[in-house]
């Protein structure tokens, strides 16, 4: 079964759900498939300089509607399991009122600094129990907007690649995306 989605693109948008509706990747096999597809998305990227991002944007947004809609990020959280987020000094004072620490000392415990940005280095994440978010409404704002595929500049986005490696729903619109832009994978 296809889902069509109209597009700015000169073609309308068929969706096929990894073969069978409803079927999605499993969240354990995503990082061992995309692995094996790093070649071929050397190519894709190259392929996506071809489009502007007022024609690419769009696309991924209404994609990632379907499949955010469509995969229950609850009995995946490979996010959690596998990436460190991003964070910022609200989100500190935020997370270590929920763990009764003071602001400093859950920095020095739990965040990290790359030299560009704060994190939490906790793998999976401290706040993880039973592949859900314990501080959910508190949560960092960069686990809010995960997986990022509503921001503008898609193509130019390097943290996609690594989101595809671990995220179901950043798989599936990117290989949605292969077959809607006709990416032959050369």
Not at 76 to 85: D, K, Q, T, W
Not at 109 to 132: N, S
Not at 170 to 185: A, C, M, Q, R, T
């Amino acid at each position: 079964m296809y889902c069509i989605i109209q597009s700015k693109l000169p073609y309308q948008t068929k969706i096929s759900f990894m073969e069978t509706e409803n079927q999605s990747i499993h969240p354990n096999q995503i990082f061992q498939i995309a692995k094996a597809k790093a070649t071929e998305n050397v190519f894709f990227k190259k392929h996506l300089r071809g489009y502007s991002s007022a024609e690419i944007d769009p696309l991924v947004a209404k994609l990632y509607q379907v499949f955010s809609a469509k995969i229950d990020c609850t009995t995946c959280a490979n996010c959690c399991s596998h990436l460190e987020p991003g964070i910022d000094e609200s989100d500190i004072e935020r997370l270590a009122f929920t763990k009764n620490m003071d602001p400093i000392d859950f920095k020095r415990a739990h965040v990290a600094f790359d030299g560009d940005a704060l994190f939490l280095v906790a793998k999976p994440c401290l706040f993880l129990e039973d592949k859900q978010c314990s501080v959910y409404a508190d949560r960092p704002l960069s686990c809010a907007a995960y997986p990022h595929l509503e921001q503008a500049n898609f193509k130019y986005k390097r943290n996609v690649w690594s989101n595809y490696l671990v995220c179901p729903i950043v798989f599936e619109v990117i290989e949605s995306l292969k077959k809607e832009l006709n990416f032959n994978g050369q």
